[in-house]
Protein backbone atom coordinates (compact mmCIF):
# COMPACT_ATOMS: atom_id res chain seq x y z
CA UNK A 1 0.00 0.00 0.00
CA UNK A 2 1.54 3.05 -0.50
CA UNK A 3 -0.12 5.78 0.80
CA UNK A 4 1.13 9.09 1.33
CA UNK A 5 -0.91 12.12 3.18
CA UNK A 6 -1.91 14.91 1.45
CA UNK A 7 0.42 16.78 3.75
CA UNK A 8 3.18 15.05 2.50
CA UNK A 9 2.35 15.85 -0.95
CA UNK A 10 1.61 19.55 -0.34
CA UNK A 11 5.41 19.71 1.70
CA UNK A 12 6.76 18.29 -1.36
CA UNK A 13 4.90 20.98 -3.79
CA UNK A 14 6.22 23.36 -1.52
CA UNK A 15 10.06 22.03 -1.54
CA UNK A 16 9.91 22.04 -5.37
CA UNK A 17 8.55 26.19 -5.56
CA UNK A 18 11.19 26.93 -3.06
CA UNK A 19 14.59 24.82 -5.25
CA UNK A 20 13.44 25.01 -8.69
CA UNK A 21 12.76 27.73 -11.41
CA UNK A 22 9.24 29.27 -11.35
CA UNK A 23 9.28 27.83 -14.94
CA UNK A 24 10.31 24.17 -14.27
CA UNK A 25 8.32 24.29 -10.78
CA UNK A 26 5.10 25.35 -13.10
CA UNK A 27 5.74 22.43 -15.77
CA UNK A 28 5.68 19.96 -12.98
CA UNK A 29 2.69 20.82 -11.29
CA UNK A 30 1.49 20.90 -14.75
CA UNK A 31 2.55 17.29 -15.12
CA UNK A 32 0.75 16.47 -11.60
CA UNK A 33 -2.30 17.77 -13.25
CA UNK A 34 -2.09 15.93 -16.27
CA UNK A 35 -1.14 13.05 -14.94
CA UNK A 36 -4.13 12.63 -12.69
CA UNK A 37 -6.50 13.53 -15.41
CA UNK A 38 -4.87 10.81 -17.52
CA UNK A 39 -5.16 8.45 -14.48
CA UNK A 40 -8.65 9.29 -14.04
CA UNK A 41 -9.57 7.30 -17.47
CA UNK A 42 -6.96 4.05 -17.20
CA UNK A 43 -5.98 4.22 -13.38
CA UNK A 44 -8.77 5.42 -11.29
CA UNK A 45 -7.97 4.30 -7.67
CA UNK A 46 -7.15 6.15 -4.72
CA UNK A 47 -3.31 4.60 -4.48
CA UNK A 48 -3.01 5.24 -8.45
CA UNK A 49 -3.82 8.60 -7.99
CA UNK A 50 -0.74 8.87 -5.39
CA UNK A 51 1.52 7.22 -7.46
CA UNK A 52 0.75 9.26 -9.89
CA UNK A 53 1.21 12.44 -8.03
CA UNK A 54 4.59 11.20 -6.15
CA UNK A 55 6.25 10.53 -9.81
CA UNK A 56 4.91 13.64 -11.50
CA UNK A 57 6.08 15.62 -8.49
CA UNK A 58 9.22 14.14 -8.67
CA UNK A 59 10.23 13.20 -12.24
CA UNK A 60 12.17 16.79 -12.60
CA UNK A 61 13.61 16.88 -9.20
CA UNK A 62 17.26 17.03 -10.46
CA UNK A 63 17.12 18.59 -14.49
CA UNK A 64 18.23 22.16 -13.30
CA UNK A 65 21.79 20.39 -12.44
CA UNK A 66 24.42 20.81 -15.18
CA UNK A 67 25.82 18.22 -17.02
CA UNK A 68 28.79 17.93 -14.82
CA UNK A 69 26.71 18.10 -11.84
CA UNK A 70 24.34 15.24 -13.68
CA UNK A 71 27.67 13.05 -13.97
CA UNK A 72 28.70 13.60 -10.46
CA UNK A 73 25.40 12.56 -9.36
CA UNK A 74 25.58 9.38 -11.57
CA UNK A 75 29.02 8.85 -9.92
CA UNK A 76 27.63 9.52 -6.39
CA UNK A 77 24.75 6.89 -6.39
CA UNK A 78 26.57 4.42 -8.51
CA UNK A 79 24.84 4.93 -11.41
CA UNK A 80 26.63 3.47 -14.38
CA UNK A 81 26.48 4.67 -18.37
CA UNK A 82 26.86 3.13 -21.36
CA UNK A 83 28.49 5.26 -23.92
CA UNK A 84 25.23 5.45 -26.06
CA UNK A 85 23.84 6.66 -22.51
CA UNK A 86 26.98 9.31 -22.09
CA UNK A 87 25.83 10.63 -25.32
CA UNK A 88 22.67 11.57 -24.33
CA UNK A 89 22.87 13.81 -21.66
CA UNK A 90 19.02 15.00 -21.63
CA UNK A 91 18.59 11.74 -20.37
CA UNK A 92 20.52 11.69 -17.55
CA UNK A 93 18.09 13.91 -15.23
CA UNK A 94 15.66 10.69 -15.25
CA UNK A 95 18.20 8.22 -14.08
CA UNK A 96 19.69 10.62 -11.68
CA UNK A 97 16.29 11.88 -10.15
CA UNK A 98 15.67 7.77 -9.53
CA UNK A 99 18.28 7.32 -7.15
CA UNK A 100 17.85 11.01 -5.68
CA UNK A 101 14.15 9.75 -4.62
CA UNK A 102 15.83 6.22 -3.47
CA UNK A 103 18.41 8.30 -1.43
CA UNK A 104 16.28 11.42 0.03
CA UNK A 105 12.57 10.45 -0.44
CA UNK A 106 12.33 6.98 1.34
CA UNK A 107 9.03 7.05 2.12
CA UNK A 108 7.92 8.06 -1.74
CA UNK A 109 10.48 5.36 -3.41
CA UNK A 110 7.50 2.66 -4.13
CA UNK A 111 8.40 1.16 -7.34
CA UNK A 112 5.97 2.42 -9.45
CA UNK A 113 7.20 5.55 -8.70
CA UNK A 114 10.52 4.75 -9.08
CA UNK A 115 10.10 3.10 -12.85
CA UNK A 116 7.78 6.02 -14.14
CA UNK A 117 10.69 8.19 -13.32
CA UNK A 118 13.22 6.52 -14.56
CA UNK A 119 11.57 6.16 -17.96
CA UNK A 120 9.86 9.54 -18.14
CA UNK A 121 12.58 10.65 -20.53
CA UNK A 122 12.95 7.82 -22.82
CA UNK A 123 10.29 5.26 -21.87
CA UNK A 124 11.02 1.40 -22.68
CA UNK A 125 9.50 -1.72 -24.45
CA UNK A 126 6.28 -2.93 -22.54
CA UNK A 127 6.14 0.00 -19.84
CA UNK A 128 3.94 -0.35 -17.50
CA UNK A 129 0.40 2.13 -16.85
CA UNK A 130 1.80 4.63 -14.81
CA UNK A 131 5.08 4.80 -17.09
CA UNK A 132 2.73 5.71 -19.30
CA UNK A 133 0.69 8.11 -17.94
CA UNK A 134 3.76 10.18 -16.57
CA UNK A 135 5.64 9.63 -19.87
CA UNK A 136 2.61 11.21 -21.77
CA UNK A 137 1.78 13.74 -19.12
CA UNK A 138 4.99 15.26 -19.34
CA UNK A 139 4.48 15.63 -23.10
CA UNK A 140 1.26 17.44 -23.11
CA UNK A 141 1.22 19.01 -19.96
CA UNK A 142 -0.78 22.51 -20.39
CA UNK A 143 2.15 24.41 -19.93
CA UNK A 144 3.66 22.86 -22.69
CA UNK A 145 3.42 25.35 -25.94
CA UNK A 146 5.96 23.60 -28.29
CA UNK A 147 3.96 22.83 -31.38
CA UNK A 148 4.51 19.08 -31.76
CA UNK A 149 3.34 19.02 -27.58
CA UNK A 150 0.00 21.47 -28.36
CA UNK A 151 -0.85 18.43 -31.41
CA UNK A 152 -0.31 15.53 -29.48
CA UNK A 153 -2.60 17.17 -26.32
CA UNK A 154 -5.30 17.72 -28.81
CA UNK A 155 -4.84 14.36 -30.78
CA UNK A 156 -5.30 12.58 -27.00
CA UNK A 157 -8.14 14.55 -25.59
CA UNK A 158 -10.24 16.06 -28.95
CA UNK A 159 -10.63 12.12 -29.42
CA UNK A 160 -12.97 12.17 -26.50
CA UNK A 161 -11.19 9.05 -24.85
CA UNK A 162 -13.45 9.37 -21.54
CA UNK A 163 -16.56 7.87 -24.20
CA UNK A 164 -14.39 5.03 -25.40
CA UNK A 165 -14.48 1.23 -23.99
CA UNK A 166 -11.68 0.79 -21.94
CA UNK A 167 -9.97 -1.12 -24.91
CA UNK A 168 -10.74 1.98 -27.06
CA UNK A 169 -8.95 3.74 -24.86
CA UNK A 170 -6.26 1.25 -24.40
CA UNK A 171 -5.26 1.76 -27.97
CA UNK A 172 -5.75 4.88 -28.17
CA UNK A 173 -3.35 5.78 -25.69
CA UNK A 174 -0.95 3.16 -27.20
CA UNK A 175 -1.32 5.39 -30.81
CA UNK A 176 -0.90 8.69 -29.12
CA UNK A 177 2.56 6.94 -27.32
CA UNK A 178 3.33 6.35 -30.47
CA UNK A 179 3.35 9.28 -32.20
CA UNK A 180 4.99 11.01 -29.75
CA UNK A 181 8.00 8.38 -30.18
CA UNK A 182 8.02 9.15 -33.22
CA UNK A 183 8.02 13.07 -32.98
CA UNK A 184 10.71 12.58 -30.57
CA UNK A 185 12.54 9.92 -32.67
CA UNK A 186 12.41 12.84 -35.83
CA UNK A 187 13.58 15.66 -33.88
CA UNK A 188 16.72 13.53 -32.58
CA UNK A 189 17.97 12.61 -35.72
CA UNK A 190 17.23 16.39 -37.35
CA UNK A 191 19.45 17.19 -34.60
CA UNK A 192 21.81 14.33 -35.25
CA UNK A 193 21.69 13.46 -31.58
CA UNK A 194 21.99 9.81 -29.60
CA UNK A 195 19.00 7.93 -29.74
CA UNK A 196 18.74 5.95 -26.57
CA UNK A 197 17.87 2.41 -27.19
CA UNK A 198 15.10 2.83 -24.13
CA UNK A 199 13.22 5.34 -26.59
CA UNK A 200 14.09 3.04 -29.99
CA UNK A 201 12.55 -0.28 -27.97
CA UNK A 202 9.54 1.71 -26.44
CA UNK A 203 8.54 2.88 -30.20
CA UNK A 204 9.42 -0.49 -31.66
CA UNK A 205 7.59 -2.82 -28.77
CA UNK A 206 4.38 -0.32 -29.00
CA UNK A 207 4.43 -0.86 -33.06
CA UNK A 208 4.97 -4.57 -32.94
CA UNK A 209 1.76 -4.57 -30.49
CA UNK A 210 -0.23 -2.97 -31.92
CA UNK A 211 -3.03 -5.08 -32.73
CA UNK A 212 -2.48 -7.93 -30.98
O1 LIG B 1 12.66 17.04 -18.62
P1 LIG B 1 11.64 17.60 -19.57
O2 LIG B 1 12.18 18.72 -20.39
O3 LIG B 1 10.35 17.95 -18.91
O4 LIG B 1 11.26 16.42 -20.61
P2 LIG B 1 12.06 15.05 -20.88
O5 LIG B 1 12.53 14.43 -19.64
O6 LIG B 1 11.16 14.23 -21.75
O7 LIG B 1 13.33 15.51 -21.70
C1 LIG B 1 13.18 15.93 -23.01
C2 LIG B 1 14.53 16.06 -23.65
O8 LIG B 1 15.18 14.79 -23.66
C3 LIG B 1 14.43 16.52 -25.10
O9 LIG B 1 15.38 17.55 -25.29
C4 LIG B 1 14.80 15.33 -25.90
C5 LIG B 1 15.65 14.53 -24.94
N1 LIG B 1 15.56 13.11 -25.22
C6 LIG B 1 14.47 12.31 -25.13
N2 LIG B 1 14.74 11.07 -25.56
C7 LIG B 1 16.05 11.07 -25.91
C8 LIG B 1 16.58 12.36 -25.69
N3 LIG B 1 17.86 12.72 -25.97
C9 LIG B 1 18.63 11.77 -26.51
N4 LIG B 1 19.89 12.09 -26.83
N5 LIG B 1 18.19 10.50 -26.76
C10 LIG B 1 16.92 10.08 -26.48
O10 LIG B 1 16.55 8.93 -26.74
FE1 LIG C 1 12.39 15.23 -17.62
FE1 LIG D 1 9.36 17.00 -17.24
Same mark, same amino acid.
Given at each position: ?6 ? %? =??? @? ?5 ? #????? /? +???? &? ?6 ? %? =??? @? ?5 ? #????? /? +???? &? ?23 ? +? ?129
Amino acid at each position: MFNPTDE %R =LDE @LREQIRQ #SLTPK /R +AGHI &LAVEDMAV %R =LGK @LYADDDE #SERVL /R +AAAL &LHDVTKEKKGEEQLALCREHGITLT +AEELCAPKTHHARTATEKIRADYPDLADGRVLSAVRYHTTGRADMSIYEKLIFLADYIDDSRTFPDCVRLRSLFWDAEPEKMTQEERNTHLDTVLIIAFDMTISGLVEDGAVIHPDTIAARNYLVSHKNI
